[in-house]
């Protein structure tokens, strides 16, 4: 059954998916402690509360299975059933059963589920005759992966005939698998408490009022601008005068009117100066609080992707005859959402490692004198900026020498190699692609497919990973992320024309670096930094670009930090620090490996930001190919003369919209004197306009040899074929007219002059 209301869907699936959580984690608090029967109530109120919504929904088959696990807990409340573990493992497959039917109801998947057979042996259970247990499943039928048991209900008599899903081939993972059956794990909604949002368009609300405020400086600019313009009028009026004429009188009658005129100006520069400077103050007060609110929404607890974990520790620990007691630690730290997205699959495979590799069966453990349950442990904790999530188990540790033996079996490294690297260099090697201390493949290990994914997944999303051993004590997984992905602080660099940026957490220190205190003779030149070689590249090289000044005194160098890793890298200048939010790149950049992100600078120049891990373990074969090469857009600039404000305004809008960057002048004079000082690809003018026209200032600019090849364009009410002629014989090379505009003619002229110009 699928529901057919898009609002309602959305409800129902947010709804059932905490009921639902609420009844499996109350089950497990039931199991692990049956004397303790205090969450039986909740369990009514959650198991009520999910019947009357599936009802309502018209979702009749989660109903019927609810209402019999309603049953079965009123029963136990009223000491009229004893449970047992047959009775555990039949109300988890029930709740299985009602994930599936809810996961059908919003997406239309078919759950493959039979809820008669469900029902039935619920009744069973009311009827105090416990039904047959399962017959132990064959090794080869086993859970596959921790993953699965996360990600969809256990194997259960109940699922209906469904095609044979192949099994994954040889080094293949499933880290990819998610909560509700998709490719990629998902928090497809967030619940947002209504004070939040009221406080969000209290700011919004701010925020527009703020904006019509500076849309009228916009009009005070205006009138100051007009006031100069006229003072400059009478100032040449006056100094025309200044020639001994009798006419005193006009003279004296000029300079007072121009003085006039100078004091409205600066006046109403004043005005503007002081609202401006209120108004910058409130607004910027205005959007901080707003980024605050809009962040802080994307921020969840820590416990929404580890409360995905104890049902699926306890199942696997039954499936490994092993005791395992889960600990969960700072659950309530939060963090952004897209790191939990990110999270949800290395951790699985952590905890996946732990329960197989780390905690050994309970007569291991009770012959090294252990307790015969074993501990794991995920804490959460916050440190600065940063996020550190730990896993953490009480088994056997790694073995180095199990390590390094694979690793020289895998040709990782040499004997001598080997035998001087530190424990710390040892234990990294499980990151190593294909690595694996199994002889066997069992149904969670030994197909080499695993750390070195999770690491690549933490690195994704600007991580670190590390691994803490004690031989016969335990093992500790840490990683430690950014608790915010969406505002980063950056140190600018330039390269050639183009400005690049680097994560702050990354850099080591910047220095100028003297070619003398360069060691040459390598790969590449080595610089000895804090008493250890670090590799030294031009970045130019690394990103195949222009630029690298190769041949002066000193070098603007940045030392970049990768785990223990180092990397020097010398650019063109190093520009400044920047607080900056993170944009996702398009599609289409997804390929390149040293591109972390996209950013837009205070200056509004778009700005690559680069992967640091990339850059630090790159090589001469990690270089992306010229066609690859990240170079930001450069918009075409168009010098935009036009004497009427409405029509100037929409005109810039026009253009801006279509990806050209626009300067406005007021009239032909002000235009002139735009272009001598800047540089454009094109102009866009009217033709009557007061001090100079159109045509007159399109004759003064194709005096000059430079401007032979601009494209100017006259864009006018004059409609007469005598003006196009003589806007034509003055140097125009379109002219358009504004009593049947098209923008589209306009915006096809400009860019057909344009790419002849070029």
Request: hydrophobic share 40%; charged share 20%.
């Amino acid at each position: 059954m699928y529901i057919e209301d898009d609002e309602l869907r959305s409800l129902y699936q947010v709804a059932s998916s905490e009921h639902l959580h609420a009844l499996e984690a109350g089950l497990l608090a039931l199991e692990t402690n049956p004397q303790d029967r205090s969450p039986l109530d909740q369990l009514l109120r959650e198991a009520h509360s999910l019947k009357g919504d599936s009802r309502m929904l018209g979702v009749t088959e989660a109903e019927a299975i609810i209402h019999h696990i309603e049953e079965i807990l009123s029963h136990w409340r009223q000491n009229r059933l004893v449970p047992s573990p047959h009775l555990f493992e039949g109300l988890y497959r029930a709740l299985d059963a009602v994930k599936k039917i809810a996961h059908e109801a919003v997406t239309g998947e078919p759950a493959n589920v039979s809820s008669f057979h469900v029902a039935a042996e619920l009744l069973q259970f009311l009827e105090g005759t416990s039904p047959a247990p399962d017959p132990p499943r064959p090794a080869e039928a086993e859970v596959d992966d921790l993953d699965a048991l996360m990600s969809a209900p256990s194997s259960s008599p109940f699922l209906e005939d469904s095609p044979e899903v192949p099994s994954q081939e040889e080094g293949t993972t499933a880290l990819t698998a998610t909560v509700t059956g998709q490719d990629h794990y998902r928090i497809e909604s967030v619940r947002v408490a209504s004070s939040t949002l009221d406080s969000l368009m209290t700011a919004i609300g701010d925020l527009t009022v703020t904006q019509q405020r500076i849309a009228r400086q916009q009009e005070l600019i205006v009138e100051g601008l007009a006031c100069w313009e006229q003072a400059q009028v009478h100032l040449l009026a006056s100094q025309r005068l200044l020639q001994p004429h009798p006419e005193l009188l006009t003279l004296r009658q000029h300079y007072d009117h121009l003085r006039q005129q100078l004091d409205s100006l600066g006046r109403s520069l004043q005005q503007l100066q002081a609202r401006s400077s209120v108004d910058d103050a409130h607004l910027t007060a205005v959007v901080n609080g707003l980024e605050n609110e809009i962040q802080n929404l994307q921020f969840l607890p820590l416990g929404t992707i580890f409360n995905l974990l104890p049902r699926a520790v306890r199942d696997i620990a039954k499936e490994q005859k092993k005791e395992v007691q889960l600990v969960i630690e700072g659950a309530e730290v939060m963090v952004d959402r897209r790191i939990l997205e990110g999270m949800q699959a290395p951790l699985t495979h952590l905890v996946r490692n732990a329960l197989d590799h780390g905690i050994e069966l309970p007569q291991e453990r009770q012959k090294q004198g252990k307790p015969p349950q074993g501990t794991l442990t995920v804490r959460g904790r916050t440190n600065g900026n940063e996020v550190v999530i730990e896993v953490m188990d009480d088994g056997r540790g790694l073995d180095h020498d199990a390590i390094k033996q694979t690793a020289l079996q895998r040709g990782l490294d040499s004997a001598d190699a080997l035998a001087a690297m530190s424990r710390s260099q040892v234990e990294a090697l499980i990151f190593a692609p294909g690595f694996s201390t199994r002889a066997q493949v069992s149904s969670l290990s030994g197909r080499g497919v695993g750390l070195d994914v999770v690491r690549a997944n933490v690195e994704e999303l600007n991580g670190t990973i590390n691994v803490i051993s004690t031989a016969g004590k335990g093992c500790c997984f840490q990683i430690t992320l950014r608790a915010n992905r969406a505002t980063v602080s950056i140190l600018t660099v330039r390269l050639h024309d183009y400005v690049y940026g680097l994560p702050v957490e990354a850099i080591a220190t910047t220095l100028l670096l003297r070619h003398e205190e360069l060691i040459l003779g390598g790969a590449e030149p080595t610089l000895l930094w804090e008493q250890q070689p670090v590799s030294i590249s031009w970045l130019a090289d690394i990103l195949n670009q222009e630029g690298g000044i190769r041949h002066q005194p000193q070098y603007p160098c940045i030392i970049l930090r990768h785990g223990d890793r180092y990397r020097g890298l010398i650019v063109d200048e190093i520009v400044n620090f920047q607080k900056v939010q993170l944009k996702p790149h398009h599609p289409l950049l997804s390929g390149i490996p040293h591109l972390l992100g996209v950013t837009v600078l205070e200056t509004g120049d778009i700005c690559h930001l680069l992967k640091p891990s990339a850059l630090v373990t790159a090589t001469g074969g990690d270089r992306p190919q010229p066609s690859t090469v990240l170079k930001p857009p450069t918009k075409p600039r168009i010098l935009l003369v036009e004497d009427s404000l409405p029509i100037r305004t929409q005109l810039r809008r026009i253009l801006e919209r279509s990806g050209y960057e626009v300067t406005t002048a007021v009239d032909g004079a002000d235009g002139f004197q735009q272009l001598r000082t800047g540089t454009f690809d094109a102009i866009v003018s009217d033709v009557e306009m007061p001090q100079q026209s159109g045509i007159e200032m399109t004759q003064r600019i194709r005096q000059l040899p430079e401007y032979q090849r601009l494209p100017i364009v006259l864009v006018t009410t004059l409609a007469a074929a005598s003006d196009r002629q003589r806007a034509l014989a003055a140097g125009a090379n379109a002219y358009l007219t504004k009593g049947n505009f098209d923008q589209t003619l306009l915006l096809d002229t400009l860019r057909k002059l344009i790419h002849e110009q070029n």
